[in-house]
């Protein structure tokens, strides 16, 4: 039996894997304009979350002191609790302290320098049993950040109203720039074009109380369900009625079922909510439908889909950043051959770890500590600002990858459950002939009348058809 060859160029890997639509992440992510929307939304998200923040008084708690070995139980109690207050305090005033942080200030934790390039051997690597790169984790900071509020939310009742300010400011502003992000992401996905950003962001405006409004109904609901418990538990004071409100105990281990189901889908599913509008220019309903749907529908396939996407980002990420340090140092390193040590006049780089210490005066071993004046503090303003517009481009570009892959994510997700091609999108020209054209009516030629000087019509050749 004769072998049979197999072209392997002619075997389209998309239609038997879909999934392989999240390893053209990076190359939708790097479009300037996505990076500049990404960059937008963390300054001004920043920007607010900086002014919420700083309206707090909130102080670094003071450790309790510790008891003695002999301490009675009384004593080992109040300790105790004391202990946990200051626990509770001194993760309220962390995440606040983080939220007054501008992008460029912030370094990440956990691990910390995150944005620093694997070409830095002291601060760039990270031990987690074995030594990997810390840029590795710079794919989870958009999640980390975007978890802030939520955190300050819950942490004690005092921070309940800070943390939901954030929140509320938060969506506001990624209601706009990762809404149009999700949008220019959808077309680049599903046609393989673009939209420019004028488009995208007034598709985002047009459509900006759907974004805003669709994470919010389920708070909506919740609080509704908990008005209603509230109201039910009130005849729990009445002695006689007591009884009647056990035999219906179930009614509030509903409510606990519905509200935990909610959040859970709320947590994992509202940024599918974001690609949802923007891929089908639906309601806010509709997404948040879909985005329940799909995150409880499939949740194995939602966790494949999204390792694949932080593991491959996550080496995005080492490159990207190793790309941005190999350009700072090899400006240095061409100026030097003109202008000496140049490390002053990055000494206003970004304040981030590892990019002062690798760039600036800290860089060089046993220097004194100096700081530029003059005209020379006035070039390295200049040199500072250049530096920020590059380190802003790295954190524009963590978002536009965040969003472009859960835009992905959507489109997988909709094509498992809904059976919808990947193809399909809403566009927005299709929208500009609500009606078909009618077929313009020709009116027949009028007969003329051969005269000497004009020829007469030409008659059509009739026309046969071939025998069968």
């Known amino acids: 039996m004769a072998n049979e060859h197999v072209d392997w160029k002619r075997i389209d890997f998309s239609e038997i894997f879909p999934w392989t639509i999240l390893f053209s992440g990076f190359r939708h992510a790097r479009d300037p304009k996505k990076i500049l929307l990404g960059a937008l939304g963390a300054l001004f998200m920043s920007l607010g979350w900086y002014v919420i923040g700083s309206a707090s008084t909130a102080r670094p708690p003071i450790l309790p002191e510790a008891i003695g070995a002999n301490a009675g139980e009384t004593e080992k109690k109040d300790y105790q609790r004391s202990l946990d207050l200051y626990r509770a305090d001194e993760q309220k005033y962390r995440?606040?302290?983080e939220s007054r942080r501008l992008p460029w200030n912030n370094g990440g934790s956990l691990p910390e320098g995150v944005y620093v390039s694997a070409m830095d051997a002291e601060r760039g690597w990270t031990n987690f049993g074995i030594k990997v790169p810390a840029s590795l984790f710079l794919v989870f900071e958009p999640i980390r950040t975007l978890l802030v509020p939520i955190q300050l939310t819950f942490v004690s009742k005092n921070s309940t109203l800070i943390g939901i300010a954030l929140l509320a400011w938060m969506l506001a502003v990624w209601s706009l720039f990762g809404a149009a992000l999700c949008r220019i992401s959808a077309v680049q996905v599903a046609r393989n074009s673009n939209v420019g950003l004028i488009e995208s962001l007034k598709f985002a405006g047009t459509r900006y109380f759907s974004f805003f409004s669709s994470p919010v109904l389920p708070f909506v609901g919740i609080i509704g369900i908990v008005i209603f418990a509230g109201i039910g538990a009130l005849f729990l004071h009445i002695p006689v009625l007591n009884a009647a409100v056990g035999a219906f105990w179930i009614l509030p281990l509903l409510a606990g079922f519905v509200i935990v189901t909610a959040l859970l889908g709320l947590a994992l599913?509202?940024?599918?909510?974001?690609?949802?509008?923007?891929?089908?220019?639906?309601?806010s309903f509709d997404a948040l439908s879909r985005a329940f749907s799909y995150v409880l529908g499939r949740p194995w396939s939602y966790l494949f889909y999204g390792v694949i996407a932080l593991l491959y980002g996550g080496m995005v990420m080492v490159f990207t950043t190793t790309f941005a340090y190999a350009m700072v140092d090899l400006s240095q390193y061409i100026v030097s051959w003109g202008y000496g040590d140049s490390t002053l006049l990055y000494s206003l780089a970004p304040e981030a770890p590892g990019w002062q210490q690798q760039f600036g005066p800290a860089s060089i071993p046993d220097a004194p500590v100096s700081s530029p004046s003059g005209w020379q503090y006035l070039t390295a303003v200049m040199v500072s600002f250049w530096t920020h517009v590059l380190f802003m481009g790295i954190v524009g570009l963590t978002y536009s990858?965040?969003?472009?892959?859960?835009?992905a994510i959507y489109f997988l997700l909709r094509q498992d459950v809904d059976e919808t091609e990947i193809e399909e999108v809403y566009l927005e020209e299709e929208d500009e002939?609500?009606?078909?054209?009618?077929?313009?009516?020709?009116?027949p030629p009028k007969p003329t009348v051969a005269g000497p000087t004009s020829p007469g019509p030409i008659s059509a050749l009739p026309i046969i058809e071939p025998p069968k």
């Open 95 to 97: 995440l606040l302290s």
């Open 269 to 283: 599913g509202w940024p599918l909510m974001f690609a949802a509008i923007g891929a089908e220019a639906t309601e």
């Open 401 to 407: 990858y965040f969003w472009t892959q859960v835009t």
């Open 433 to 443: 002939e609500p009606f078909p054209t009618a077929t313009p009516t020709v009116s």
